[in-house]
């Protein structure tokens, strides 16, 4: 899956927790060394957020729409949010 989130870069400091993610969710990211927005976003962009023990789609598209969700709420830089597949 590809994707490309424009996403103001004085966000990608800002920790995982500012997401609200699930307890599962977030101890994926934690026990994938992702602990930014910056770190998921290159995660996603790198296609490497998959790699991580325990990820499965229903974490990694509870990430993915808590990251959009994020961008739209905290960005006015939001250009474009493309799937080439979509997941399941």
Same mark, same amino acid.
Not at 15 to 33: Q, Y
Not at 49 to 75: H, M, Y
Not at 78 to 82: D, T, W
């Given at each position: #899956?590809?994707?490309?989130?424009?996403?103001?870069?004085?966000?990608?400091?800002n920790? %995982? &927790? !500012?997401?609200? @993610?699930? $307890?599962?969710?977030?101890?994926? #990211?934690?026990?994938?060394?992702i602990?930014t927005?910056?770190?998921?976003?290159?995660? %996603? &962009? !790198?296609?490497? @957020?998959? $790699?991580?023990?325990?990820?499965?789609?229903?974490?990694?598209?509870?990430?993915?729409?808590?990251?959009?969700?994020?961008?739209?709420?905290?960005?006015k830089d939001?250009?474009?949010?493309?799937l080439?597949?979509?997941?399941?």
């Open positions: #899956m590809k994707i490309t989130f424009n996403i103001n870069d004085s966000y990608f400091g920790t %995982i &927790e !500012d997401l609200e @993610l699930s $307890d599962r969710s977030s101890n994926c #990211m934690h026990r994938g060394n602990h927005i910056g770190d998921l976003v290159q995660a %996603i &962009e !790198d296609e490497t @957020l998959t $790699d991580i023990k325990g990820l499965g789609k229903k974490v990694e598209r509870e990430v993915k729409n808590a990251l959009f969700n994020f961008a739209l709420c905290n960005s939001v250009v474009k949010f493309l080439d597949t979509k997941v399941a």
